[in-house]
C-alpha cells in the first residue's frame, strides 16, 4: 500500500468530489481516480459509492480513514523523532493549556526555558478541557497541562503536579456570602453562569446536585471561556465554579468570595497529561521538567 495513494484518498474523503480533490492536489482526475483503484485492489473491497454527481465512503472507506489518520500521526512523529535525532537539537512542543495555567503557571516556566534552552520552540493552544484532550487523541497537541481526570489513566499518561480545589464563588455583596456555611440546599434557588456541559467540573457540579435528588444548577449564561467567569460573577447576581486559587487577593481581578459547602467542593488533581503511544521529543522532555519544578510554587491553593 502506498503512503501517496493513502494521502491522496484522505483528501478525496475529505471532499467527496474527484474535482476538488484534483484541484487542491494538483494530480489529474484519472491519477486519482488509478490511485483508488490501487487501494481498493489492495484490500479487496470499494472504498467510494458514487452518489448524484458526487462520491460517498463505504464502511470500509470510513474504517480506512480514520485508520489512515493514525497513520499519518505516527509518520509525522518517527519524521520529527529521526530528525531531531540527526540534527541534535531539542526541537518543537505542541501545549494545550486552560487560560488559568497559561496566565499563572506558563509564563514563568517559558521565562526559564528561554534562558536555559534558547533553542526549543513551542506552540500554545488555550482551550477547555475536552477540546484540549481531542487534539490530544489527534495527534495535534504533545501535552496537555491542566486538570487530570481519574478516568483518563488508561487512554493517557497522567503525571500529577499539584492538588486544586474547585469551588462555588460569587461577588462580595451577594446575599449567600454572608452565610458561614452554606448547604448545598441553599443554592438551589440561584441562578449561575458555568462552562459547556462537556466540561469535567460542570459534569461533576450537575452530579453534585441530582445525585441528592436537586434540581440542577439553574444556567443563565454559558462560556466557553473559563478566564471570562470571574468578570462575569463580580458583576451580576449570579453563582460559579472556579478554582479556589483565583480567589486569592493577588490574582482576582474583582471581589469575588467563595460560598462553602462541603457537597460543592470538587478536589482534583492538576497535571500533565499525554498520549501513552506518543513521541516525547527532547523539547517536550525538558517542557515537563520545568514544569515540574514551577508548578507546586505557582500553583497551590
Not at 482526475?29 to 458526487?54: D, H, M, N, Q, Y
Not at 488559568?100 to 517559558?110: N, Q
Not at 482551550?127 to 484540549?132: C, E, H, Q, T, Y
Not at 503536579?161 to 443554592?187: F, K, M, W
Request: with cysteine; proline share 5%; hydrophobic share 45%.
Amino acid at each position: 500500500m502506498d503512503m501517496r495513494d493513502l494521502a491522496y484518498f484522505e483528501v478525496i474523503a475529505e471532499t467527496q468530489n474527484l474535482g476538488q480533490a484534483s484541484e487542491r492536489l494538483g494530480r489529474t482526475k484519472p491519477a486519482l481516480t488509478k490511485s483508488i483503484r490501487r487501494l481498493e485492489e489492495s484490500l479487496g473491497a470499494a472504498l467510494f459509492v458514487r452518489v448524484g454527481r458526487g462520491i460517498v465512503l463505504t464502511p470500509v472507506g470510513r474504517i480506512l480513514r480514520d485508520r489512515s489518520r493514525r497513520i499519518a500521526t505516527t509518520m509525522e512523529e518517527v519524521l520529527r523523532e529521526v530528525s531531531e535525532f540527526a540534527s541534535g537539537t531539542a526541537g518543537h512542543v505542541r501545549i494545550g493549556a486552560g487560560a488559568t495555567t497559561v496566565e499563572y503557571l506558563l509564563p514563568a516556566v517559558f521565562n526559564r526555558l528561554t534562558k536555559t534552552n534558547p533553542e526549543i520552540t513551542a506552540e500554545l493552544v488555550i482551550g477547555m478541557n475536552d477540546v484540549l484532550r481531542a487534539s490530544l487523541r489527534e495527534g495535534k497537541l504533545d501535552l496537555v497541562v491542566g486538570p487530570v481526570m481519574q478516568n483518563e489513566s488508561g487512554e493517557f499518561v497522567t503525571e500529577v503536579l499539584v492538588e486544586d480545589e474547585v469551588v462555588v464563588a460569587a461577588n462580595s455583596d451577594h446575599p449567600l456570602c454572608a452565610a458561614t456555611n452554606a448547604s448545598i440546599e441553599d443554592l438551589v434557588a440561584s441562578r449561575w453562569v458555568l462552562p459547556a456541559t462537556s466540561v469535567a467540573t460542570r459534569q461533576w457540579l450537575d452530579r453534585a446536585f441530582t445525585s441528592r435528588g436537586l434540581p440542577g444548577p439553574k444556567v443563565h449564561i454559558e462560556t466557553n471561556s473559563l478566564h471570562l467567569l470571574p468578570q462575569l460573577i463580580a458583576q451580576t447576581d449570579l453563582l460559579s465554579f472556579i478554582p479556589r486559587r483565583n480567589l486569592r487577593p493577588e490574582r482576582a481581578r474583582a471581589r469575588l468570595t467563595e460560598i462553602y459547602a462541603e457537597a460543592t467542593t470538587m478536589r482534583r488533581h492538576f497535571g500533565i497529561v499525554y498520549r501513552r503511544d506518543s513521541y516525547l521529543s527532547p523539547a517536550t522532555v525538558t517542557l515537563i521538567a520545568e514544569l515540574q519544578k514551577s508548578a507546586e510554587a505557582l500553583l497551590a491553593p
